[in-house]
């Protein structure tokens, strides 16, 4: 099965961010994972994604920050692959071009020329996907070692990013059942088949049911005591009115299908 080259998108027209997301859809190798218009939120992004490339806006305008704070973030960063960034902007300054590329960008992309679109974005992600792949090292490769190392990274990303979901919808990270919610998330995308509870309990030396009952009682806790606004906004699946909350196998099964949407 071929890679996916994962790509952060840094852009704050929402028209074009949607045009970028179709035409890597349809580009069967690019996948999208993450899309901001904050220079700061882009960097732990790239913290907790751990992105192949980023399609960097310098301007932003319409978001926070800008491309070159982002830039000398990323320079700060202790990364064992940096990323490709391939800088798109609207910018005339030959100035601001040369501290682009001080800054470590891998190549510049200019919005006002003939022929630039979306497309032609994602076409030149496509023609360097080999490249790209490349430069990361053992990462892409396929002996034992690597693949260990593949599938420890691909976990890494997927506890990140569950981190960051259950940041937004508040749930208590002294909790227990935080910690389980993440490994059983992390179990049901890997090994969809396999027991998440008995799996847990196995690791932990606990019963399948203190597993379940200390995962129900951490989503229980956020739906009762956080801020109802903030869930509808960042757990955007339907709930039972009468119920009130979503049920353990909803919750779990919420996040399996949107992290495998992105991963």
Request: net charge negative; with cysteine.
């Amino acid at each position: 099965m071929e890679n996916n080259l994962s790509v952060l998108l840094v852009e704050d027209e929402t028209y074009e961010c949607d045009d970028i997301v179709r035409c890597a859809d349809e580009s069967g190798g690019i996948k999208i994972i993450d899309i901001l218009d904050d220079s700061d939120e882009a960097t732990e992004s790239v913290k907790v994604c751990l992105p192949d490339a980023v399609v960097l806006d310098i301007e932003l305008l319409k978001g926070n920050g800008n491309g070159l704070d982002f830039l000398k973030s990323l320079n700060e960063m202790a990364l064992d692959v940096r990323p490709f960034v391939l800088v798109t902007t609207n910018n005339t300054s030959h100035i601001i071009h040369k501290r682009i590329k001080e800054l470590g960008a891998d190549f510049i992309m200019l919005k006002y020329q003939r022929g630039y679109c979306a497309k032609k974005v994602v076409d030149f992600l496509v023609e360097m996907k080999s490249s790209i792949e490349n430069s990361a090292g053992s990462y892409f490769k396929t002996d034992a070692e690597s693949d260990s190392a593949a599938a420890d990274s691909a976990s890494k990303k997927i506890q990140g990013r569950l981190d960051k979901e259950f940041d937004l919808i508040g749930i208590n990270h002294r909790q227990i059942g935080r910690k389980y919610l993440v490994l059983g998330i992390e179990i049901a995308i890997s090994s969809p088949d396999k027991n998440i509870y008995k799996e847990i309990g196995e690791k932990y030396g606990k019963s399948s049911a203190s597993v379940e009952r200390a995962m129900q009682n951490a989503v229980k806790q956020t739906w009762e005591k956080n801020n109802i606004e903030d869930l509808k906004k960042y757990y955007t699946a339907r709930i039972d009115p009468v119920k009130g909350t979503p049920t353990l196998t909803e919750f779990i099964y919420y996040y399996v299908n949107k992290l495998n949407r992105t991963l």
